[in-house]
């Protein structure tokens, strides 16, 4: 078991929540959130100890045994939240979630997909069956590089050079629409479906433009 508030092995995770971390092991990952930056380090530094207390008294436990598998499948993926994402996290698909498209978690990754891209089972080790999986680790699971994996990136991580970033509401025709992921970058504006979507759904470039406020009441 471990203690991880940062990416590890390649798996998804939440991104701006500074308050929460995530424990994980062989058989599966759970997402906390403390009330605190304090709180948080306690816990860490609680979770930490035990398992340090455990490892003591399991002594005849390899420590290869609890750190990341080297087989896929060996431990559970920590998942990501379907309200952080809007379309498939496959960048060759990016098909748009709705009702009649449902969000799929695939049990080696994490990564939410579509049905489309989730048809096969492969036998997972810590689920002891088969288990959905994502086309993306099949290829994996059969020894091949999957082309859309290089473009796999949380969109904070897309380019160092971002200017700001966040959630925000949509005026459209006076209605509000649903909110969307923005993120500015070297003069770029990119709009997000949500902040964990692997391609926007709109890119602007800001040369030319001018900003300025506006109220609720304003027809836009």
Not at 87 to 108: D, T, Y
Not at 136 to 147: M, V, Y
Not at 169 to 182: M, N, P, S, V
Request: hydrophobic share 35%; glycine share 8%; with cysteine.
């Amino acid at each position: 078991m471990e203690v991880v508030d940062m990416e590890e092995g390649g798996q998804p995770v939440v991104r701006n929540e500074p308050l929460s971390f995530t424990v994980t092991s062989k058989e599966r990952a759970i997402h906390l959130v403390a009330s605190s930056p304090e709180e948080k380090d306690e816990w860490i530094q609680a979770l930490q100890r035990a398992i340090s207390d455990l490892l003591l008294v399991h002594h005849h436990l390899t420590s290869s045994k609890l750190l990341p598998g080297a087989g896929l499948g060996s431990r559970a993926p920590v998942w990501v939240p379907d309200t952080h994402v809007t379309a498939c996290q496959l960048p060759l698909c990016n098909k748009k979630f709705s009702l009649i498209e449902r969000k799929h978690h695939c049990r080696q990754c994490g990564r939410v997909v579509c049905s489309g891209c989730s048809v096969e089972r492969r036998y997972l080790i810590y689920l002891q069956k088969e288990g959905r999986v994502c086309n993306a680790c099949i290829k994996e699971f059969s020894g091949r590089k999957s082309p859309g994996d290089a473009h796999f990136k949380d969109p904070m991580e897309r380019d160092e050079t971002t200017v700001m970033s966040g959630y925000v509401k949509r005026l459209c025709g006076g209605k509000t629409e649903d909110k969307f992921y923005r993120l500015l970058v070297n003069k770029t504006l990119y709009i997000y479906g949500a902040h964990q979507d692997t391609t926007a759904t709109h890119v602007m470039m800001l040369i030319g433009y001018s900003v300025q406020g506006v109220s609720l009441s304003t027809p836009l």
